[in-house]
């Protein structure tokens, strides 16, 4: 059998629940005739009386009284999956590593949701899989641009750089210190965010320091966490400076050598998909995130 006719489904619907043609056709915006046509059509579609037609109004038949719910449902699925569709077009789909997402943009999110209160924000706060940033689950995320080689496809709008210095609790520069030059550091409890030490070890390199062994030290799985035990004051961070300045303004962590600033090679990007680059959401957010940096950065500088 061929589908019925839908506007004699709503018809029939609407009808039904309203116990009447009236009802039925306010609801639907029609004159009362239409509906009495349309559930008439499906009648003879379906080759069964779906009304008892009463002087006082209409009364569904068994087949009517079947077919009722069947319909109800069928149409609260529909609205209720447009609704849920229409929903996710206005999302944007951010994924974003933790360390930064804790440390740096959830605490700026609500200005955006401010500003842009049509705009929908889920955020992943998580690492990329093996095979990286997966644009069918995600609009835009936030990388190093150095860390791995991307797809032509794969856009990327530079955000932040990357300067970094050691830094340590007061309680350790005490104990520990002075630190008159970086050679002083030799022999102390170096703290690292990964496995690599590549902070550590671009900083050493670049103010030509010697004695001191980036391998040492103790090793975690984040910069959050590795943070967190200098100031803990079990050893001296290689301190992102964009990323630490909580504990720096409160002076949970000082900087022995303010002055020896290193920017590493990469920047932090956001990076999208091209096809969806200038999408009306994504051009929003790239245009907040912009300035939100921005900001950050001059604030660094000066």
Known sequence: MRLPPLNS?????????????????EELHVTRGAVSRHVKLLEDHLGVTLFKRLPKGLELTDHGRRFLPVLTEAFARIVSEAQRISRSGADLRIICPPTFSIRWLIPKLDRFRIDHPDIHIRLTTDFYGATGFDASEYDLGFAMD???KRPADIRSLPLLPTSVSPACSPRFL??????????DLAGKTLLHENAGHEDWKAWLTRFNVEGVDPESGNTFPNLDMAVKAAVMGTGI???????CQ??????????PFEDMKCETDGWLCLIGREDRWSDPKVEAFKAWISEESAKDVADLVS
Do not use: I
């Open 9 to 25: 489904l709503r018809a029939f619907e609407a009808a039904a629940r309203h116990r009447g043609y009236v009802g039925a056709a």
């Open 174 to 183: 005490g104990e520990y210190g002075p630190f008159d030059e970086p050679s």
């Open 146 to 148: 150095n860390r791995r």
């Open 246 to 255: 909580e504990e720096l303004r409160a002076g949970t962590l000082v900087m």
């Open 237 to 243: 961070v290689m301190g992102d400076l964009m990323l």
